[in-house]
């Protein structure tokens, strides 16, 4: 059963930083792209970043590059969201994403609020 789980998330001033992670079981993580999406109040759910199964390549919204970083640990089944220079617009639930052959798959989410 796959089952994606993230943690991090809180309340931050802006300005300040966060480091979301993801675990991940139920599939062999290291074959598979991953992404973090997001959705804020009242608003879509947007994609943030991706990162290809063998740690090579990262692409990001334009909303957050230069900004955020994501990186995995194939070892750990672990993929990470380094957060920083946050403000009140990157406030949302942040959630990992895998899609496999079976569908896509989502994780619980978690909180990011960026208030003073």
């Known amino acids: 059963q796959v089952h994606l789980v993230e943690s991090g998330g809180g309340l931050v001033q802006p300005g300040g930083s966060l480091r979301l992670s993801c675990v991940a079981s139920g599939f062999t993580f290291s074959n598979y792209v991953m992404t973090w999406y997001r959705q804020a109040p009242g608003k879509e759910r947007e994609w943030v970043a991706m990162?290809?199964?063998?740690?090579?390549?990262?692409m990001y919204a334009d909303s957050v590059k230069g900004r955020f970083t994501i990186s995995r640990d194939n070892a750990k089944n672990m993929m990470y969201l380094q957060m920083n220079s946050l403000n009140p617009e990157d406030t949302a639930v942040y959630y990992c994403s895998t899609i496999l052959s079976s569908g896509q798959y989502w994780g619980q989410g978690t909180q990011v609020t960026v208030s003073s």
């Open positions: 990162i290809t199964s063998d740690d090579r390549s990262t």
